[in-house]
């Protein structure tokens, strides 16, 4: 319920939200400071409010703004003495100073994130700050080290991959980055499958088109299961874990469910599809 003296301010649509967000911001920013000061739970307050505002910062480009959240909450998390909530808070800062350009600053926090992150065994935390320090390492120019970094990471995804999931990874065409010069030198896209047996076998018959609607069901069972359990808690932006990319990748499979896999498919070869 509001206080008698604080009125409720009617918020009808989503241009009403906005308005309001972007009006309370620096309030909410003096909360997050006062709160981080105190010596009880409330000392959280500061970072949970960064992680749940950060999105919103993104979108408007606020970086100066989101820097200071992200400050407010590494203090409030160092007040708490919270080893996990002050990786987090690290994780925080390091985005931020990176999206203003303080590669080096950046770099350092977010090594001192993954080293926390690594002592605490949090291999998916571990996985995020090694793509996130690929991007320093690219934005600097240094794509062996960036590579690197990617290569790492999607060790560490590969690490925790279980029997009903699966990681496909591509790339376009184009100019490696290692090599110099500007003529292209990659002109055929790369397709790495990391998966479990049966979503890796239906991905197999999928791209050959053998047996393609029977493949093709429980690749859509998948991704409206890791949707649901996952990523809709995450709204739809994949940038945020969102559900945008399994929702592409279900949409992109249904196709094949209800057209079968074509002129051109190992079903259409043997004459039979199922």
């Known amino acids: ?46 970072l949970r409010l960064c992680r749940v505002i950060q999105w919103w910062l993104g979108k408007r480009a606020d970086w100066p703004t989101e820097l200071a959240f992200a400050g407010t ?20 800062v390091g985005r931020a100073q990176l999206h203003l350009g303080r590669r080096e600053q950046a770099a350092a926090r977010l090594e001192r994130a993954l080293a926390a992150f690594r002592g605490l065994g949090e291999q998916h935390q571990v996985m995020s700050l090694l793509s996130d320090l690929g991007q320093v390492a690219r934005l600097a120019g240094d794509y062996p080290r960036a590579l690197e970094h990617f290569d790492a990471s999607l060790g560490e ?14 790339a376009d065409h184009g100019n490696d980055p290692t090599t110099a010069g500007t003529d292209h030198t990659r002109e ?10 049966i979503e890796c076998l239906a991905g197999v018959l999928v ?24 990523h ?10 969102g559900i945008e990319y399994p929702l592409f990748w279900a949409i992109a499979v249904f196709h094949f469910l209800v057209h079968g896999g074509g002129r051109w498919s190992a079903d259409a070869l043997i004459g039979r599809e199922i």
Do not use: K
Not at 2 to 11: G, K, L, N, R, Y
Not at 24 to 42: F, K
Not at 232 to 241: I, K, Q
């Open 232 to 241: 809709w808690e995450n709204g739809y932006n994949w940038e945020s874990r």
């Open 73 to 92: 909450a590494e203090l409030a998390a160092t007040r708490a003495g919270d080893d996990r909530q002050r990786a987090i808070a690290a994780t925080l």
């Open 188 to 197: 055929y896209t790369p397709l790495l499958v990391a998966a479990g047996v």
């Open 1 to 46: 319920m509001s206080a008698p003296d604080v009125p409720a301010v009617p918020i009808d649509t989503a241009a009403d939200a906005v308005a309001w967000l972007d009006a309370e911001v620096p309030s909410l920013l003096a909360a997050a400071e006062y709160a981080a000061t105190r010596t009880d739970g409330s000392a959280l307050f500061g």
């Open 157 to 170: 995804l590969c690490d925790r991959l279980r029997s009903d999931e699966m990681i496909w990874v591509t």
């Open 207 to 230: 791209t050959f088109g053998l047996f393609t609607r029977l493949a093709a069901g429980p690749i859509i069972v998948f991704m409206i299961v890791a949707i649901v359990s996952y």
